[in-house]
Structures are given as C-alpha cells and as structure tokens.
C-alpha cells in the first residue's frame, strides 16, 4: 500500500486546497496523472465523476464511464480516471446533456460551472509564455500546458479563445488597461474586476497590476490575472443564471 500510495494516491489530508473534498472522509484519494496541469491546479477526472457530480460512487464505476467515451474533456474523450482538469477546462457529458467549465470559488476551489452546449464549443486560455521557432513562426505556451503555432502577434498574458475540439484560435482578448479579469490566486482569488493600471517593474520583483471592482481597488500580482473580455465577459461566471 504504501508504494501505490506514492504513485496512484495520495493522502486527503495532503492534498491541494485547490480539491473540493473532506479530508476526514477517508484516508487516501486518487493522484492525477502527470499530465497538462500541475496537481495543485487541477483534481482527477474520477474526483468530477464521483465527489463532485455524483455519477459514480467509486473508481470501479468511474472508470466504465470513462472506458465508454462517455467524458469529453475540451472536446476530446479522456478514458484515464486520473487524467488532470483545471482551470477553463470544459467538461462534457453528451448521454446527459451537460456541459461544464472549470472555474474557482472564493476559496481557491477548483468548481464545475454548468454552461450550456454553445458554450461548451469554446475554452479561454492564457498565454504564459511565446518563443519565435524555425520558420519565423511563434510557439505560444499555454496556461494548461498545451502549445499553439501561429503566425498572429499575442502577448503574454493575452488570453485566446479557443474552439474545441479542434484547438483553433477564433478569437482573442488582449492584456490592457480597461480589460475584465478574473483573480486566480492571493487574497482575492475569485474575484472579478477592470484592470486599472499594468506596473512592470525593471526588477527581480514580480510585475503588478491594479485592479477595480464594485467595493473598490487592489494591487496583485500579473500572473493572478486573467482576462476574460473587455466590455462585459465572453464566459458566463458563478452566481449568473
């Protein structure tokens, strides 16, 4: 047991804030498989279907759902009950008609949004990183660990839409003063607000910006921000009908 705890499970008490579970259920959980995400920044596809959406009460019924293609995860059919979802991923259940998008609550928790089958066609991701390759062409780095090729100029921090399951770039919001954001991390992970102002800085210290909301004006760091639309937000968000 203890071997297979280090591989495939993992101590609930030890697992990320990012989980939506109760550590003192039971004394082990599933461990997401190396994957896209990072584990603290994403729960195992079995964790959607058994604690979260109730469609499976243990791994043996979860992994018949998945063997049957019956989980789209950004389009595509995922059949490892360990496979990792994060954030902006889109989850689709077609034999039931539902479709989810991946987001974060107050907390930091990683919740499933109920959107519907238009939205489901879509996922917001961020570019963390661009390199020019062979070509002249420029490889932009994902947020959730994919890599795109393109010709088009983004920056970093812009964030694409991207049309699933195809993975083709249909639109795209840039990184700029009077952007909508969503805050992914520090004390307001969760929150929604207008990027007021973009502070780099010319040294080791991370880059900043301010952000306004209803209650007022905050500093954050760049990394915690992640736009998603200029006038109004091009997802639907927790708490809308």
């Known amino acids: 047991m203890a071997n297979m705890g280090s591989r495939k499970h993992l101590k609930r008490y030890k697992a990320p804030k990012t989980w939506p579970i109760h550590i003192k259920e039971e004394t082990w959980t599933t461990k997401t498989a190396p994957g896209t995400h990072a584990i603290e920044d994403s729960i195992p596809l079995v964790m959607v279907l058994r604690e979260i959406l109730g469609l499976a009460e243990n791994v043996r019924e979860a992994k018949i759902i998945l063997n049957n293609g019956d989980v789209l995860v950004d389009g595509t059919p995922r059949k490892d009950h360990r496979f990792p979802v994060g954030f902006m991923d889109v989850i689709s259940i077609p034999k039931i008609n539902k479709h989810y998008r991946l987001l974060q609550d107050y907390k930091g928790r990683l919740i499933l949004h109920e959107i519907d089958e238009k ?42 839409l991207l049309n699933i399951p195809e993975q083709k770039v249909s639109d795209s919001i840039k990184f700029e003063e009077g952007a909508l954001a969503l805050i992914t991390g520090g004390k307001h992970i969760g929150e929604l607000g207008k990027i007021d102002s973009i502070n780099v800085t010319r040294s080791s210290k991370s880059n900043t910006v301010l952000v306004e909301t209803d209650e007022g004006s905050f500093l954050t760091l760049t990394r915690y921000v992640f736009v998603i639309g200029t006038d109004k937000p091009v997802i639907s968000l927790l708490g809308e009908n």
Do not use: C, M, S
């Not at 991701?125 to 090729?149: C, E, F, M, P, S």
């Open 119 to 160: 939205d489901a066609n879509f996922k917001l991701v961020a570019i963390d990183n661009k390199t020019t390759i062979k070509g002249g062409k420029t490889q932009l780095n994902l947020h959730d660990g994919r890599n795109v090729i393109t010709e088009d100029d983004y920056n970093t921090n812009d964030v694409l």
